[in-house]
């Protein structure tokens, strides 16, 4: 079992940054591929960006390419995204994720723990 938790979003302005920040407890952390998820109101949840275990490779959606960086901690079982140049279609519930799998995934149905959401709003 993986707790995960979630924090770090808020309101922020079109052209700012945020740093969301998720925190894990249970099994071995450098044991799962490490995503971040979105759901925008009315919308399916979607893939925004994923680490390997090792943290050596990453993958991103093409809609934040560029804009976003994932990256982890395995001596502190974290994972972080740096979202800059923040625009309002980027306004959703972001959620972290973990899955048991060798090779990253972007799909939901390939990570087995979801942490609560925070909440990012992007206002124009």
């Known amino acids: 079992q993986v707790q995960l938790a979630e924090s770090g979003g808020g309101l922020v302005q079109a052209g700012g940054s945020l740093r969301l920040s998720c925190a894990t407890s249970?099994?071995?952390?450098?044991?799962?591929?490490m995503g971040w998820f979105r759901q925008a109101p009315g919308k399916e949840r979607e893939f925004v960006a994923a680490i390997s275990r090792s943290g050596g490779g990453t993958h991103y959606a093409d809609s934040v390419k560029g804009r976003f960086t994932i990256s982890r901690d395995n001596a502190k079982n974290t994972i972080d995204l740096q979202m800059n140049s923040l625009n309002p279609e980027d306004t959703a519930v972001y959620y972290c994720?973990?899955?048991?799998?060798?090779?990253?995934?972007?799909?939901?149905?390939?990570?087995?723990?979801w942490g609560q959401g925070t909440q990012v709003t992007v206002s124009s």
């Open positions: 994720a973990a899955g048991l799998m060798l090779v990253v995934r972007t799909t939901v149905e390939n990570y087995d723990y």
């Open positions: 249970g099994r071995t952390f450098n044991s799962n591929v």
